[in-house]
């Protein structure tokens, strides 16, 4: 296994991080008959609510904390994100350089965004007097759809019912995130 190391500067110009992400969920490392089989992660067609479960996999600070890939957890906690951009999401998801670019999946195992942003706590708490903790943002996957389309990608967008285990989930679509270096 280890990390993807994308050497092809073009690739990034023509789909940019986030068809990327994508790209490699959708169908593996280019290296990917050294890995197992990826599984296609649906995108959620539709608007996640407040208070909604979701976690992230990723690879967060891999100078601390190892290659491993890492789940993290947590909620939607607004609709919209910085001065209420309607593109975005705040979660309280744990997030860390690394992470950027990967998924919010919901507990029906599907993406309802991209990890983008994290609040800048020093910036924070030097303008109000107060520390920020876990305000994260990510793009909401409906505005990710013209990137997508527009590259040609193929995708699948669902909209399920039916609640899934987290852990299965993150177990189901490990191999499905991976860390990717551009060189």
Known sequence: DGPCVIEKPELHVKLNAVGIMYWFISHGSPRSTKRAPTVP?????????????V???????????GQEQKATLGRINAVSGVNNDVRFYQ???PIQPGNSGGP???????????????????????????????VNYAVKIAYIFPILNSSGLDFSVTSENRKLNMIKIANMYEKSVFMVIAK
Request: glycine residues 12%; proline residues 3%.
């Open 41 to 53: 992660i649906p995108l959620f067609n539709g608007q996640a609510s407040r208070g909604e479960e």
């Open 55 to 65: 976690f992230t996999l990723g690879y967060p600070l891999i100078s601390a904390q």
């Open 91 to 93: 979660v309280d998801t």
């Open 104 to 134: 919010i999946i919901n507990s029906h195992g599907e993406v309802v965004g991209v990890v983008t942003a994290t609040l800048d706590e020093i910036a924070t708490l030097r303008e109000s007097g107060a520390l920020g903790q876990n």
